[in-house]
C-alpha cells in the first residue's frame, strides 16, 4: 500500500507519495546498479555515449516518479495494477548496444574486429538514443499538458532539462565522429527519423491496445521494433542505391556480414508484423464485396475469410519475404529449400532434436491445459511449468546444437506471431479454439486484447543467445535468458511470492534477486527482465 502522507491546503487535503516510495524501489534499484555497472566498464572513446545514456536515465526516471506518484487520472489506459515502468523502457535498448560497444572495443583492441561494425553499432546507439529521448520528450510534455499544477510537476521539468543537455551531447558526438560535411547530417536525419517513428509507433500502440500493458513495456517495444526496422531499411537501401556506397551510413553497414539465419528470422518476423495491416484492407474488401452480394453468398462469408487469410498469408510467406531475403542475402536456393537443406544437414541430431521438442509440447500443454480447467491452483503458479518445460526443451540444444536453435527460435516466434493474428481476428476454424486455449493460462497481467505472456518467455530466452553471435568473450551470455526466466524467475517466484515492496510490487525482488545472480553473465540479461518484470 502507497505511504500517504496528508497535507492540509486551504480547505482540501492533498497527497504525495513518500520520499521512502517515490525513489526505494527494486526495479529502480536494478536499473540503476546495471547503468552503473555498464558506465563503470567505459573506455575514454565511449565517455560521451556514456553521458548521453546518464543524462537519459535522469530524464527517464524523475519522469517516472512523476507518473507514479501523480494523483490525477492517468493518461493513456495502460495495465491495471502495473507501475509506469518509464525509466526501464527508456533505457534498456540504449544500455544493452553500449554494452556491446564495449565488448566490441575490447575485440577491436585486440586486432579482432573491423573498424566498420564499430561504426555501425554506435549509428544504431544514437539512434535507440533518440527514439528514447523522443518518446521521453513526448511522455513529458503530455503529463504537462494533462496535469500542469500536480506537486509531482518538477518531474517534468528535470526531465525537459535533461534531455535537453542528452540531445546537445548526442549531436556533438554524431558532428565529431565524422570528417566530410554530409555525414554528420545524415546521421542526424537517421536518428531523428528514429525518433519520429518511435513516437507515431507508441502512440498508436497505446491507443489499438488500451490496457494491454504500462508504459514502459509499450516504450521497449516500441524501440525493439523500430530499430529492427531500421536496420532492415538500411539492408535494403544499401542493395537498391550503390551510388550511396560512398556514404558512411551505407558503408559502415556494408562490410558486416550477415548470416543467412539472421537473414530469416530477420525476414519472417517483420513480415508477419506488417502483414495485419494489409489483412485489415484485404478483410474489409472482402466484407464489403459480401454486403453487396446476395444472401446465399453471405452464408459462406466465415469461409471466404479463412480463404483470403491463408491465401495473403501465404503470397507474403512464400513470395514477398523470401523476394526480400534473397534481395539482400546472395541464397543459392529459396530461403525455404535453404532451412531444410540446413535441417537435414545433420538429420540424426537435428531431427532428433524436433521429435523431442514435440514430445515435450505435447505432453505438457496437453497435461497443464487438463489442470487449468479442472484445478484452483492460481495461474500465475501454473505458468512457471512452463518455464522449466523451456530449461528442459532449450538448455540441451544449446549446448549440442546453438546454430539449429536460433534458427528453431524464429520459427517459434514467427509461429506465435501467427497464432496471436488469427486469435485476434478470430479466423474461422481455428480464431475460437485458440482463444479458449490461451484464457486458460491469462491472469489480471494478460488482456483479451492481446495476450503476450508466451511471447515474452520465448523472447526472454532468444534474445541473449541471438545477441551472443559473433565476438564473445563470455561463454555463459548465452545462458542468460534460459537460467534467468526458467530458473531463477520460477524457483525465486516460489520463494518469495509473498514478499511485498512499499510500492505493492512482488516482482521488484524477484527482478533484484535474478539480476544480482546474473549481473556476471552479461549486461544483456536487463533486457530479459525489461520485457517481462512488470
Known amino acids: ?59 527517464s526516471f524523475s519522469l517516472d516518479i512523476s507518473f507514479d506518484s501523480s494523483n490525477s487520472p492517468s493518461l493513456f489506459r495502460t495495465r491495471p495494477g502495473a507501475s509506469s515502468g518509464i525509466l526501464l523502457g527508456a533505457v534498456t535498448l540504449p544500455s544493452l548496444l553500449l554494452s556491446k560497444l564495449v565488448q566490441l572495443s575490447r575485440e577491436f583492441s585486440l586486432a579482432q574486429l573491423h573498424l566498420e561494425e564499430i561504426q555501425y553499432l554506435t549509428l544504431q546507439y544514437w539512434a535507440t538514443s533518440a527514439s528514447a529521448c523522443s518518446v521521453v520528450l513526448f511522455l513529458a510534455f503530455a503529463r504537462r499538458r494533462r496535469a500542469p499544477s500536480s506537486p509531482s510537476h518538477w518531474g517534468v521539468r528535470f526531465s525537459l532539462c535533461s534531455i535537453f543537455f542528452q540531445a546537445l551531447v548526442s549531436v556533438a558526438a554524431l558532428a565529431t565522429t565524422s570528417q566530410i560535411g554530409l555525414h554528420p547530417a545524415l546521421k542526424l536525419m537517421w536518428a531523428l527519423c528514429h525518433g519520429l517513428a518511435s513516437v507515431k509507433l507508441i502512440q498508436h500502440f497505446l491507443r489499438t491496445f488500451p490496457s494491454c500493458a504500462s508504459i514502459g513495456e509499450t516504450f521497449l517495444v516500441t524501440s525493439g521494433i523500430v530499430l529492427y526496422f531500421g536496420d532492415m531499411l538500411l539492408l535494403t537501401i544499401k542493395k537498391l542505391h550503390g551510388l550511396l556506397m560512398s556514404s558512411e551510413l551505407v558503408t559502415a553497414e556494408y562490410e558486416i556480414s550477415r548470416s543467412e539465419i539472421s537473414i530469416i528470422i530477420q525476414g519472417l518476423v517483420l513480415g508477419l508484423l506488417l502483414y495485419p495491416i494489409a489483412l485489415k484492407y484485404i478483410l474489409q474488401i472482402w466484407e464489403w464485396f459480401i454486403s453487396t452480394a446476395s444472401a446465399e453468398a453471405r452464408r459462406y462469408c466465415e469461409i471466404g475469410r479463412s480463404l483470403m487469410f491463408v491465401a495473403s498469408l501465404g503470397i507474403v510467406l512464400i513470395l514477398i519475404v523470401p523476394s526480400w531475403m534473397q ?46 480447467k479442472n484445478s484452483k491452483i492460481e495461474r500465475i503458479l501454473l505458468r512457471k511449468y512452463y518455464h522449466l518445460m523451456a530449461v528442459s526443451m532449450f538448455l540441451p540444444a544449446l549446448i549440442f546444437q546453438p546454430k539449429f536453435l536460433d534458427l528453431a527460435f524464429g520459427a517459434a516466434l514467427a509461429i506465435f506471431l501467427t497464432l496471436e493474428i488469427i486469435r485476434v481476428w478470430r479466423i474461422w476454424p481455428l480464431g475460437h479454439p485458440i482463444n479458449q486455449f490461451m484464457n486458460a493460462f491469462t491472469d489480471h497481467r494478460d488482456s483479451d486484447l492481446l495476450i503476450v505472456s508466451h511471447f515474452s518467455l520465448l523472447l526472454g530466452c532468444a534474445l541473449p543467445i541471438w545477441m551472443s553471435t559473433g565476438y564473445n568473450d563470455r561463454p555463459l551470455a548465452p545462458f542468460a535468458g534460459i537460467l534467468s526466466l526458467g530458473i531463477g524467475d520460477t524457483m525465486v517466484g516460489q520463494h518469495y511470492k509473498t514478499f511485498k515492496t512499499q510500492c505493492d510490487q512482488p516482482y521488484s525482488m524477484r527482478v533484484f534477486m535474478q539480476c544480482n545472480h546474473l549481473c556476471q553473465f552479461h549486461p544483456s540479461s536487463i533486457l530479459i527482465k525489461g520485457i517481462v518484470s512488470n
Open 327 to 372: 534481395f539482400v542475402h546472395e541464397f543459392r536456393m529459396h530461403p525455404f529449400f535453404w532451412v531444410l537443406s540446413f535441417v537435414f544437414s545433420e538429420p540424426s541430431k537435428r531431427l532428433t532434436l524436433c521429435i523431442y521438442w514435440v514430445c515435450i509440447i505435447c505432453v505438457s500443454v496437453l497435461r497443464f491445459y487438463n489442470i487449468s
Open 1 to 59: 500500500m502507497r505511504d500517504l502522507i496528508l497535507f492540509p491546503r486551504k480547505t482540501r487535503f492533498w497527497w504525495r507519495p513518500s520520499m521512502t516510495t517515490s525513489f526505494l524501489n527494486g526495479e529502480r534499484a536494478v536499473v540503476v546498479f546495471f547503468i552503473c555497472r555498464i558506465l563503470y566498464s567505459l573506455t575514454f572513446s565511449l565517455l560521451s555515449h556514456g553521458l548521453a545514456l546518464s543524462l537519459l536515465a535522469l530524464a
